[in-house]
């Protein structure tokens, strides 16, 4: 951490030497999300192997296994040998004091608030509840820094509380199953940047992972062996409870429903067997809502997840029915007519309100897919936002048109981590805008958001670095107060809260380079790193053209999952164009790293050879290289008083054209500052 801070305390000073339009808010220290308030001082409080912990008030034992946890991650992180590695209650002279007056519920609107004063004499984090306290600890984390003397956390005032009650993550673990690691390791790193729900997927076309003992077919046919017991959920359930999470189950019904309609075929709108789905897509296999044995089937099934998950919300799925197999069976169109439905619409959701009796006798609040939205739905529903367009920052959706209903609502569209948006296009997309111009009782009904970890293309290995550091950033987007939006010193602050995070277990660096290694075939990885570092894999679904490139059996250990959504050294490369094109002063040189990359290409040529998984880059990186020379050229063109020819540019624009097109599954990210160089020079030839 020492290293990292010390490089974002250089990064802002080289931020301060760039001129005009360059220079851009910059927060004050590296915390993500950014806090409500914060008063910086001068000063230093060090940290000493003296260091110690007391809790005073009133709170629940979650509050001194989350202080044991922060002294673990503070001994981690900065590898001090502490006297006390024990939290005390009160305790005259401890280095950090947490005052709480409560015992916090886990629950959405529960008060995260937390206020920090590091001075002289200490540490002193005080909060209504022990999950307020527990939130602080995470910004006490990320705060610490190193000097000459030590370790130390600067003089700071901080009030901090959460925009949004509701910052979620949706986990699929249904297309491709997670291991429990996987989940402990996802909750802890939401806990560090203060995310508070987890969304679990658990049942889609390729499979059920909730244990059923009422019903073992779920997963003895609908799983692959591939499930969570009951115990192991109510384990993770109290662990997330104790991170100040909530977990929330998701059913996905009535379509998504091949992993239950191959146990139980006879609840399906059509009389067949069925297989689990191994392909991506939007598949038929539909429960039939006429049919009174698939409520009881349902009624009994809700009825033993709501004993292992607590959570005031259930979520019925309900997205993406297409109704072929009801427009089929003409027993179906029989119960339509006799019952004067008219449309699948509401077919469905006759289907979504006999759920909603179901729920209700369980004492739990409906939420689904925005599909669910129908004239009868009670108004305790939570109607989750999916699709729609966007107009600036602001969601043209039916978040809005469910909030104006009066319902709860949350957002996801434009939260979907597997569409492999970079960072930045998901942080500027906003639940509620201030420019939305939303009724007061509009932006009450707007609980916050959720972002989507859709698994069809990701697998244990690669979920991390899906995940994460971009995960960061959207958490910021609902934690943090709506102005905090600067996209450069979002980055700058994620490059380094993203190393912090491998500090709990993430593997979000480790696993792409092992990937690395493994297609480096015994040789230096490094110009893979060099090349990879400027890629990202192909945007929305692009990668899967018809969802039938991959299935769920396919390696996920290819170029493209080594790749990640916010190539870095890209992203810098460009802003060193920008720089250089506009500022003139205080940019990286360009030349130096244009020089390694042009000469990369014969570098990884042997690995190639040894790695025949490698050679779908063959292209890919022969490009590279060759764009990286034209931006050389370019740059000496720029830099000198001989100009080049028309067809100099016919050649240029089409070596770009070419360079754009996917190699290994993954695009080059250098283009656009390459064709920004391009394009100042073709402005001084004019
Ligand atoms: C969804 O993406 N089908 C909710």
Not at 120 to 147: N, P
Not at 177 to 201: C, E, G, W
Not at 260 to 272: E, V
Not at 498 to 508: D, M
């Amino acid at each position: 951490m020492i290293v990292l801070i010390n490089r974002y305390r250089y990064l802002f000073y080289s931020l301060l030497l760039l001129v005009g339009s360059w220079a851009h808010a910059q927060s004050e220290l590296p915390i993500m999300p950014y806090p409500e308030k914060i008063q910086l001082d001068n000063g230093k409080f060090y940290l000493t192997q003296s260091f110690n912990v007391s809790i005073e008030g009133t709170h629940s034992d979650r509050l001194p296994k989350e202080a044991s946890l922060f002294l673990n991650q503070l001994v981690e992180q900065t590898g001090l040998f502490l006297n006390y590695r024990h939290v005390a209650g009160q305790r005259e002279q401890a280095a950090l004091k947490i005052v709480t007056e409560r015992a916090g519920n886990v629950e959405i609107g529960e008060n995260e608030s937390y206020t920090l004063q590091v001075n002289a004499s200490g540490i002193v984090l005080k909060s209504e509840t022990d999950i307020g306290a527990s939130r602080g600890l995470m910004t006490i984390l990320q705060v610490i820094d190193g000097d000459e003397k030590g370790y130390f956390i600067p003089h700071v005032i901080i009030q901090d509380q959460p925009r949004f009650a509701w910052r979620g993550l949706m986990l699929d673990v249904a297309r491709h199953f997670q291991p429990l690691q996987s989940l402990y390791r996802t909750l802890d790193a939401m806990a560090a940047v203060k995310l508070n729900i987890l969304h679990l997927h658990l049942s889609d076309d390729q499979g059920f992972r909730f244990e059923s003992k009422l019903f073992p077919e779920l997963n003895s046919k609908g799983a692959d062996g591939k499930y969570y017991t009951q115990l192991e959920l109510r384990e993770l359930i109290a662990y997330a409870d104790q991170r100040g999470i909530m977990v929330i189950p998701e059913i996905d019904v009535p379509g998504h429903a091949t992993a239950i309609l191959t146990a139980f075929p006879q609840y399906g709108s059509k009389d067949t067997t069925y297989v689990l789905e191994r392909f991506a897509g939007i598949f038929d296999p539909t429960l039939d809502p006429t049919n009174e044995e698939v409520y009881v089937f349902l009624d009994q099934l809700f009825g033993e997840v709501v004993k292992i998950f607590p959570s005031p919300f259930f979520h019925i799925g309900g997205d993406e029915n297409m109704g072929k197999h009801w427009d089929e069976n003409p027993d179906i169109q029989a119960f339509m007519k006799a019952k004067g439905i008219r449309t699948n619409h509401q077919l469905q959701s006759y289907f979504t309100l006999r759920l909603q009796d179901i729920l209700d006798k369980y004492d739990r609040r409906m939420m689904g897919w925005e599909e669910i939205l129908a004239d009868d739905l009670e108004q305790s529903a939570v109607i989750h936002s999916w699709r729609g367009e966007w107009e600036g920052a602001a969601p043209k959706s039916s978040l809005y048109e469910a909030a104006n209903k009066g319902y709860s609502t949350i957002l996801s569209n434009g939260y979907y981590l597997d569409l492999i948006l970079k960072a930045k296009d998901s942080y500027m997309m906003d639940p509620a805008p201030t420019s939305a111009n939303l009724t007061a009782s509009q932006r009450e009904n707007i609980l916050g958001g959720e972002m989507c970890m859709w698994s069809e293309l990701v697998v244990a290995q690669t979920v991390d670095s899906r995940l994460w550091p971009r995960a960061a950033a959207i958490a910021e987007r609902f934690w943090s107060p709506e102005e905090v939006k600067d996209v450069q010193d979002m980055y700058d602050r994620l490059d380094v809260i993203s190393l912090w995070l491998e500090n709990f277990g993430l593997k979000h660096i480790s696993s792409p380079n092992r990937i690395l290694r493994k297609l480096a075939a015994g040789h230096d990885p490094e110009p893979l790193k060099i090349l990879i570092d400027l890629v990202e894999p192909m945007k929305g679904y692009t990668r899967n053209p018809g969802g039938t490139m991959y299935n769920t059996f396919s390696p996920y250990t290819k170029w493209a999952d080594a790749a990640t959504a916010d190539a870095q050294g890209a992203r810098v490369f460009n802003q060193n164009v920008a720089c250089y094109l506009h500022a003139k002063i205080g940019c990286s040189d360009l030349k130096s790293q244009l020089i390694s990359w042009s000469s990369n290409h014969q570098k990884v040529v042997p690995i190639m050879e040894d790695s025949p998984a490698l050679r779908e880059i063959e292209t890919l990186s022969e490009n590279t290289s060759k764009v990286a020379k034209l931006a050389l050229e370019t740059v000496g063109y720029l830099e000198s008083n001989e100009k080049p020819g028309s067809t100099w540019f016919v050649e240029a624009k089409q070596l770009l054209s070419k360079a754009s097109e996917q190699g290994g599954r993954t695009e080059l990210q250098i283009i656009d500052g390459v064709t920004n160089l391009v394009a100042a020079l073709e402005g001084e030839v004019k």
